[in-house]
């Protein structure tokens, strides 16, 4: 397996704040890294794809100036939910795409980080 | 239209109850399928890759097992402990990964 560590796993802000949640691949390099939001009892909604050195690219209905991502190094994505309100409280997970060996070279396994817990007050 | 569907939703079993859970799909250009146990609160937790029909990967009791259209996970006398969601996903191109909306598994003792 791989190791991808989120960070906070839990944060509280109040509206009108700004927070961001850090993902790192601590065994691997990870050029491309992804960013889920996941309500209760359903399962994940891709926001975009962090690609290490470029701009991220956001699924449709995902405001980018809300969720700016940054993927700085090929071990760190970061997440900022600027100016958050109430309605972007939810549990956050990213994960990052570990590149397969040897013939398997365009293939990757998804890792994924522990969560982060945002609510918004 | 590239998709995941994984059944039955949720399921129940008694401790020791064997059963299988479906991951059915249409994607073109397979390049993986993947099985993740989720519990609540927490990220997926990896649990196997398969690439090609006829593949089959182990883990405890857990098997899991690929076709050309659909994956199964077979689980072999379940305890609480495995109690999750298990989610499925597809690899169809080079960052295009496509998951199912997970089956939760309940395992009474």
């Known amino acids: 397996g791989a190791v991808v560590s989120q960070h906070p796993s839990r944060v509280i802000c109040k509206s009108g704040t700004s927070v961001k949640i850090e993902c790192r691949s601590l065994d691997f390099q990870a050029t491309t890294m992804f960013w889920y939001r996941q309500f209760p009892k359903q399962s994940l909604m891709l926001m975009a794809t962090?690609?290490?050195?470029?701009?991220?690219?956001?699924e449709q209905g995902v405001e980018k100036d809300k969720f700016l991502i940054n993927h700085a190094s090929l071990t760190l994505s970061t997440l900022t939910v600027t100016s958050a309100h109430p309605e972007d409280s939810s549990f956050y997970i990213c994960?990052?795409?570990?590149?397969?060996?040897?013939?398997?070279?365009?293939?990757?396994?998804?890792?994924f980080g522990e969560g982060s817990r945002l609510t918004v007050l | 239209e590239d998709q995941v569907t994984q059944s039955p939703e949720a399921l129940r079993l008694q401790e020791g109850e064997s059963s299988s859970l479906n991951c059915s799909y249409t994607?073109?250009?397979?390049?993986?399928l993947f099985w993740y146990r989720q519990d609540p609160g927490k990220g997926p937790e990896f649990l196997f890759t398969l690439y090609s029909a006829g593949e089959e990967k182990e883990k405890e009791r857990l098997k899991a097992t690929l076709t050309k259209k659909e994956s199964f996970l077979h689980i072999t006398a379940p305890k609480p402990e495995d109690s999750a969601t298990y989610l499925c996903?597809?690899?169809?191109?080079?960052?295009?990964?496509?998951f199912g909306s997970g089956t939760k598994l309940n395992v009474k003792p």
């Open positions: 994607v073109s250009g397979l390049r993986g």
């Open positions: 994960s990052a795409r570990k590149p397969g060996q040897g013939a398997r070279w365009n293939t990757g396994e998804l890792f």
């Open positions: 962090s690609n290490e050195g470029s701009k991220a690219t956001y």
């Open positions: 996903a597809v690899q169809a191109e080079f960052n295009k990964f496509y």
